[in-house]
C-alpha cells in the first residue's frame, strides 16, 4: 500500500481454536492492505507439554522489540490436570502483561442482534497490573489445620491514576461522554476511597464528562438489565476481569469479545487478544467464531496508527449480520472480505 515499512508482529497462536482465530484475523488484515511482517512464537499448553518452556526473560525483551504481539488463546483443554493452575495464567500471561507493563486491558463491547444487551455500546477499562493480580501474599502453615493464606490486593496512587488517565480519554472522545467507577468502596475501604478519589481529581480535568460509580455487585445487576446506561466502565483487575465475561455474555457472547493489552507509553508491545479462550472441543471442526480475534486485530491496527484500515475491519465485524453457527470459520472470513 504505502512504503511505509510493514508492521512487525509477533503472533502467539497459542492452543486449541487459538491457531485458528489468529489465522483469520491475520487474512483479515492482509486483505486490508496493511502490510505485516510476522514472527510466531510458539508458546502455550502444547509448548509446556512438550518441553517444560513457558516464558523466559530473554524471550519476553524479544517481545518487547515488536510493534505488537497477536494472541490467539492459550491453555489446556478443560479437565486436563497436567498443568498446575497458575503455571500458564502466571507464567506467561500475566508474566507479559507486567513486563511489558501493559497496563490498561481494553475491552469494548457491542450488543449483537438478539442478544440481551442489542444495540449497547460501552468499554471496561480494565487496570491490568496491580489488584489482587500482584501477587501480594502467601501461604504458613501450608496443610495443617493451622494454615494461613492471604492474597492481597495492590493498588497505587501511580497505577490507578494512569488507568483512570486513559479511561477519561477514552470516555471524552464519546458522542456522550460519561464514566463510570465500578468497585466496592463500601466494604474495600482503603482500595475504594484512593479509586474515588483519582476519579473525582481525574474528573476535574474533563468537565464534559459525566461522572457515575457503581458498587461491582449493582453493575452486575445493572450490565444484564440496563447495559445502555455505560458508556466507560473503569475498574481494578479483578472486577473487571469478572466484568468483562459478563458483558461479553449480555453482548452477544465471548466469541465476539476483542481485548487490547496496551502499554500506551509504547515502552513494551501491547498485546492483542481475544477475551475467549482455547476451546479444545471445537479445535479442528472449522466452527470457531473469529469474530473477537478480527475485533482485536482491529484494535491492533488503530495502536499501530493504522486508522482507516481499524475502522474498516470494525465496520465489517459490525455490518456481518451472518449465523455464525452456520457458516463457520472460512464463512464469517469470507463474509468480512466481501465487506472490506
Ligand atoms: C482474561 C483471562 C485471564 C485473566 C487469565 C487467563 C489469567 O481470564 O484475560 O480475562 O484473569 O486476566
Ligand atoms: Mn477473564
Keep these: 500500500m504505502s512504503s511505509a515499512p510493514p508492521h512487525r508482529v509477533a503472533v502467539i497462536g497459542g492452543d486449541g481454536i487459538g491457531p485458528e482465530v489468529t489465522a483469520a484475523a491475520l487474512e483479515v488484515i492482509r486483505a486490508a492492505g496493511v502490510e505485516i511482517e510476522t514472527t510466531p512464537f510458539d508458546l502455550g499448553a502444547a509448548r509446556y507439554l512438550r518441553d517444560g518452556f513457558v516464558l523466559d526473560d530473554q524471550t519476553l525483551e524479544e517481545l518487547r522489540g515488536f510493534d505488537s504481539i497477536l494472541l490467539g488463546a492459550v491453555g489446556p483443554a478443560i479437565g486436563d490436570t497436567r498443568i498446575p493452575g497458575g503455571v500458564l495464567e502466571r507464567g506467561l500471561l500475566l508474566k507479559m502483561r507486567f513486563g511489558l507493563d501493559l497496563y490498561i486491558n481494553y475491552r469494548p463491547f457491542r450488543g449483537v442482534e438478539g442478544s440481551i444487551g442489542e444495540g449497547c455500546e460501552f468499554a471496561i477499562v480494565r487496570e491490568n497490573t496491580e489488584g489482587p493480580y500482584a501477587g501480594e501474599g502467601g501461604v504458613l502453615r501450608h496443610g495443617t489445620p493451622h494454615e494461613v493464606a492471604t492474597q492481597g490486593s495492590v493498588n497505587t496512587r501511580f497505577g490507578v491514576e494512569r488507568c483512570v488517565r486513559y479511561a477519561f480519554e477514552r470516555a471524552v472522545r464519546l458522542s456522550r461522554p460519561r464514566l463510570t467507577l ?43 438489565e440496563d447495559p445502555q446506561r455505560y458508556g466507560v466502565i473503569v475498574t481494578d483487575n479483578l472486577f473487571g476481569d469478572i466484568l468483562s465475561d459478563l458483558a461479553g455474555a449480555v453482548s452477544g457472547g465471548i466469541g465476539f469479545a476483542a481485548s487490547a493489552n496496551l502499554n500506551p ?76
Design 182 to 224: 465500578v468497585h466496592k468502596t463500601n466494604v474495600l475501604t482503603f482500595a475504594g476511597e484512593l479509586w474515588s478519589r483519582v476519579v473525582r481529581e481525574v474528573g476535574v480535568e474533563y468537565p464534559h464528562v459525566e461522572v457515575d460509580y457503581n458498587h461491582v455487585d449493582a453493575a452486575c445487576i445493572y450490565l444484564v
Design 265 to 340: 507509553q509504547r515502552t513494551g508491545a501491547s498485546l492483542f487478544e481475544p477475551v475467549h479462550g482455547a476451546a479444545h472441543d471445537i479445535v479442528g471442526t472449522g466452527r470457531a467464531n473469529p469474530l473477537a480475534a478480527v475485533s482485536s486485530a482491529a484494535l491492533m491496527l488503530e495502536h499501530l496508527g493504522e486508522d482507516e484500515a481499524a475502522a474498516r475491519i470494525a465496520r465489517a465485524v459490525q455490518d456481518f449480520n451472518g449465523d455464525v453457527a452456520k457458516l463457520g470459520t472460512a464463512g464469517v472470513i469470507q463474509e468480512l472480505l466481501e465487506r472490506l
